[in-house]
Structures are given as C-alpha cells and as structure tokens.
C-alpha cells in the first residue's frame, strides 16, 4: 500500500529588503493520533528524513494517548543553550492517511514538546525506518509504501 504525500513551496524572504532568498520546500504528510477509544483529527506534518524522531507540539499531544518514557533536551543545529527546548520522551501511536488509504497503527517513540508554535514533524523512528520512502519534488511525485 503506498501513502501519497505532497508538496508544499513557500518564498523565504529576508526581513529587511523582502527580497526572496530561496525556496522553502516541505514534504507533507496527513497524520492521526490515537486519542484512547478513537483517533485525532488529521493533522499536516512534515517529513523530516533527517530527524531522528517525531517531534509532536502540545495542541495536538494533550488530547492523545502515550506512555512517558521521560524527559531530555532537544537540540538543533545551533548549540546555543537558548535553543535548546525541553520536552518528554513518549510512545504514541498514529497513522498515516491520503485520500484512498490508511495504514495500520504505528507505535512510535516522539519528542513531546512544551510549546505550540513548533511543526508537527514526522522522523525516521518507527515510521521511516519501516516504509520505502519517495519523493521527487521535480515530478511532483511523493509516497511512502509500507514494506510488510
């Protein structure tokens, strides 16, 4: 079964000259939660092949069902400890859905983070890891396709 993803392209522009910079291309998926006897609404997510988990913003976490597994640090490219966020360590379950399919209940560890204004992001653990993954922004062309 393939999950068709898509595309989104938004200019970067800088601040001060609003002058485009570059293009901010995004691979998007439709993802749902579990939420104990039901699931989530869909939600947009971004497929990030180079986080390593899923990173899950509070409005959409709070009203899901997951097991703590702790807490750490997220850090990005910048090492900076103002760019660190806290956040929780949890198992969640989702799926990911398109207009004509829905895959099984994935079990996943993700980044539970304290603050909403972050993506919802989607990473290798679980879901990546477990699923061909293509995509070609030139033909427009994306999917992930469960492999067992």
């Avoid at 989530?40 to 899950?56: C, E, H, K, N, R």
């Avoid at 477990?130 to 062309?141: K, L, P």
């Amino acid at each position: 079964m393939k999950i068709q993803l898509f595309f989104s392209t938004e200019p970067v522009i800088d601040a001060k000259s609003e002058v485009e910079l570059h293009k901010g291309i995004r691979l998007l998926t439709v993802v749902q939660f579990t939420t104990g006897k039901t699931w989530s609404d869909p939600q947009i997510a971004i497929v990030d092949t180079g986080a390593p988990i899923s990173l899950v913003p509070p409005k959409i976490w709070k009203k899901c069902s997951f097991d703590s597994l702790g807490e750490t640090v997220l850090r990005g490219v910048i090492p900076k400890k103002e760019c660190a966020m806290p956040v929780k360590v949890a198992k969640i379950c989702l799926r990911l859905l398109d207009p004509e399919y829905v895959t099984e209940e994935i079990e996943t560890n993700a980044y539970l983070a304290q603050i909403d204004n972050i993506p919802l992001v989607i990473g290798f653990e679980k879901l990546l890891s477990e699923f061909n993954v293509f995509f070609s922004y030139y033909t427009q062309n994306a999917f992930v396709e469960e492999v067992r």
